[in-house]
């Protein structure tokens, strides 16, 4: 498995829960807790149900959704006024004096802030949800391609414990060979002894492999929000080969433009940055406020009762400006995050289609050529050695490059759908079929107050 692709899938397992030991044999199903039922395409796994699965019970992605339904909250909090003040006082010598009426005063004061600053407020939050909004987006592509990378892995896995269990058993007939041979005074005593030794190695490998399953059954489940050992499907026996990449470079400029929700989500951070530096603007400009009192200690009843306007003096301009100039440093380096990913969505888009590329020639190669010569020489050196023209090492080399072909051509083939969704992630698609999976609804307020 490619290095980097392995640190962004163990990264997002990590966060969802622990695997097992490396070794640790399963129990046997009625020690295993309880696994919600969860389609992952009936009699063997399959992606794009598996795929659906992880975006439907994945909480990583719930955790996404409740942000956007934050952040689309927060457009109503800050198109809102403030809470009007309202204040009240006595004169505590009024309340004992026998002279003196009682007096008491009234302040109701409502602030206003200048023209202008509650639609910006309303216009940043809104731009600010949009970028929430990208991020649910971005986390189901992670999501679906972590998910599309394990199932590769699974499969290859699998692959590769199958083809270890058919040279085992190809060894153990060579063996019997030997020892008829033997027996016959035809072979020396070593030759059964060679391919004892090189059996008791594939045995090692079927152990190393069955460990690696399960470790791959455990981070899968951890995606599915599963307990590690809950059972999974067998995987396809022939998961097909991926498509070509399609044609790559400018051409694609316009469509990643709209497709990748990283950029998307660095554009609309533009217009939140860009509204605050309209905002921090208005700062050069006072805020207002009406009030409304009520005082029973003035003696004309045409005095008690009082309305006016106050507003604040912005004279700390150097202040106000320096918050401008840092609103603008932020927009600049919005800007310039933006170019960054839109330079470093093009390299990956190159870079998926080029190893894609080679990748479907390795797998072309080896079905053309490789695994043909590959399994004629194991045949001939088969039977050289039963007419004794060939040594049990010439037998077992030509069976160890058999081995080699095959295990190399189902990587490879594992390597070919991976760099697929890899592309398919690169151009903002889900992978493969399932890139016609509609994108979910952020919760509504209802079932919010329900989760809580």
């Not at 797998?363 to 010569?373: D, E, I, M, T």
């Amino acid at each position: 498995m490619d290095t980097s692709r392995s640190l962004v899938v163990l990264g997002l397992v990590a966060s969802l829960g622990a695997t097992p030991l490396a070794g640790q044999p399963n129990p046997p199903p009625a020690e295993q807790p309880a696994a919600a039922e969860v389609d992952l395409g009936g009699g063997t796994l399959d992606r794009a149900a598996l795929i659906q699965a992880v975006l439907d019970r994945n909480p990583g992605l719930a955790a996404a959704r409740q942000a956007w339904a934050a952040a689309r909250e927060r457009i109503v909090e800050a198109e809102s006024l403030d809470d009007p003040m309202a204040s009240y006082g006595v004169a505590p010598l009024s309340i004992t004096s026998d002279d003196a009426p009682f007096g008491h005063q009234l302040e109701v004061a409502q602030p206003f802030p200048y023209p202008g600053t509650l639609r910006l407020r309303g216009e940043m939050a809104a731009a600010e949800a949009d970028a929430a909004e990208q991020e649910v987006e971005a986390v189901r592509l992670q999501l679906a391609t972590a998910a599309s990378h394990l199932f590769d892995d699974y499969y290859r896995v699998s692959r590769e414990l199958a083809i270890n269990a058919e040279h085992l058993r190809l060894l153990r007939d060579f063996q019997a060979v030997a020892v008829d041979r033997y027996a016959a005074g035809l072979a020396a005593q070593q030759e059964p002894l060679q391919a004892e030794v090189e059996a008791a190695h594939l045995l090692h490998t079927e152990v190393v492999l069955e460990t690696e399953r399960r470790t791959i059954s455990a981070r899968l489940n951890a995606l599915l929000h599963r307990p590690p050992r809950a059972p999974l499907p067998p995987p396809p026996a022939d998961p097909g080969l991926p498509a070509p990449p399609e044609e790559t470079g400018e051409a694609l400029a316009p469509a990643l433009a709209s497709a990748r929700p990283e950029l998307a989500a660095q554009r609309a951070e533009i217009a939140a940055r860009r509204t605050a530096v309209a905002l921090e603007k208005l700062g050069f400009y006072p805020d207002f406020e009406v009030m409304a009192s009520y005082n029973s200690m003035w003696n004309m009843p045409e005095h008690q009762w009082m309305a006016g306007v106050g507003v604040n003096l912005p004279l700390r301009r150097r202040r106000v400006r320096a918050a401008v100039t840092a609103a603008e440093a932020r927009l600049a380096a919005a800007e310039s995050e933006l170019a960054r990913l839109e330079d470093e969505v093009r390299a990956e888009v190159e870079v998926a289609a080029e190893t894609l590329r080679e990748a479907l020639h390795v797998v072309h190669l080896y079905r053309s050529r490789v695994l043909p010569a590959a399994r004629d020489q194991i045949a001939a050196a088969r039977a050289g050695f039963e007419t004794g023209a060939a040594s049990m090492l010439a037998l077992i080399d030509a069976e160890r490059s058999l081995r080699s072909a095959e295990l190399t051509h189902d990587e490879a083939l594992a390597d070919a759908l991976s760099r697929r969704a890899e592309l398919d992630r690169a151009l903002g698609r889900l992978p493969f079929a399932a890139a016609a999976l509609p994108a979910p609804p952020p919760p509504s307020s209802d079932e919010t107050e329900t989760e809580r």
